[in-house]
């Protein structure tokens, strides 16, 4: 078992930025690669961002290149989404993940773990 809990969430302005946390615990943080997704209300699940165990890939969506980068400090068993530029379209839950094996890291039944979310509003 791993559990996740998400934090860093908020009401900020366009433009402005957050930084999200998502702090593992249970069994070893290093052996999974993490992900983080969103969900706005209405919509389905989406992909944000991925990187493996030891932090050296990382990849994201379209929508989001150039503003958030994902990181992790695998002796502090936590991943981060650093969210710059923020647009109000960026509104949405944001869910960090960790899945353990596999090739595929853009889809939700791909990981295996999920945190309880963090809300995240961005105001025009």
């Known amino acids: 078992q791993v559990q996740l809990v998400e934090s860093g969430g908020g009401l900020v302005r366009a433009g402005e930025s957050l930084r999200l946390s998502c702090a593992a615990s249970g069994r070893t943080f290093s052996a999974y690669d993490m992900g983080w997704f969103r969900q706005a209300p209405g919509k389905e699940r989406e992909y944000v961002a991925f990187?493996?165990?030891?932090?050296?890939?990382?990849h994201y969506a379209d929508s989001v290149k150039g503003r958030f980068t994902i990181s992790r400090d695998n002796a502090k068993n936590t991943v981060y989404l650093q969210m710059n530029s923020l647009k109000p379209e960026d509104t949405a839950v944001y869910y960090c993940?960790?899945?353990?094996?596999?090739?595929?890291?853009?889809?939700?039944?791909?990981?295996?773990?999920w945190g309880q979310g963090t809300q995240v509003t961005v105001s025009s």
């Open positions: 993940a960790a899945k353990f094996g596999g090739s595929v890291w853009s889809m939700p039944g791909e990981y295996n773990y």
């Open positions: 990187i493996t165990r030891s932090g050296g890939y990382t």
